[in-house]
């Protein structure tokens, strides 16, 4: 990986600052929720700086030894638009052989709709089989959402047992269903 660094506590309130104005409430946990997620081994943040120190995004990561899963990715407001992300997330991908996944809103507007052509120009595919995010937080709910995977297209059924690791490992539920 070239500018990605992996971050580390010492990084956290700059992230999670980063994490709030990128991301509605529903799309990420409470502050002491998401500063847990550092002792699970499974969990990375990776972080670009800028040259005077500032951050300039970041990628929340999980390897599952078959697949990892992209869950937060956020770009600096003052650098998107001039390849800061591209280069972050083709980075990750180079540095592995494993498939990826992230989640994404439903193509029901402009951004929405950008968002996915920003990961299809990097190799990920659009699968439209229905998928609930569970809740991120107390009190919340379900979340209505798409799967992009990479290289490759996945069917409901082939992506079946990552969503069950996904429920249990990323948002600690067990209201798995199997569909």
């Not at 847990?36 to 951050?55: E, H, M, S």
Request: a negative charge; one cysteine or more.
């Amino acid at each position: 990986m070239s500018r990605l660094t992996l971050a580390g506590l010492k990084d956290f309130d700059e992230i999670y600052e980063l994490m709030e104005t990128s991301f509605p409430d529903i799309e990420h946990r409470t502050k002491e929720d998401q500063r847990d997620l550092f002792k699970d081994n499974a969990y990375q943040v990776w972080i670009v700086r800028q040259d005077n120190g500032t951050l300039g995004g970041f990628l929340s990561t999980w390897d599952f030894g078959d697949f990892r899963f992209a869950e937060h990715f956020a770009v600096n407001p003052a650098l998107r638009g001039h390849g800061l992300g591209k280069e972050m997330l083709a980075d990750w991908l180079d540095s592995s052989c494993l498939p990826a996944v992230l989640e994404v809103e439903l193509p029901e507007n402009e951004i929405a709709k950008r968002r996915i052509g920003f990961y299809e120009r990097l190799g990920f595919r659009l699968n439209t089989f229905p998928y609930l995010q569970p809740p991120m937080q107390k009190g919340k709910d379900n979340l209505p959402l798409y799967i992009m995977s990479y290289p490759a297209a996945l069917t409901a059924e082939d992506f079946l047992p990552w969503k069950k690791i996904l429920y249990t490992r990323v948002y600690k539920t067990d209201a798995f269903s199997g569909c």
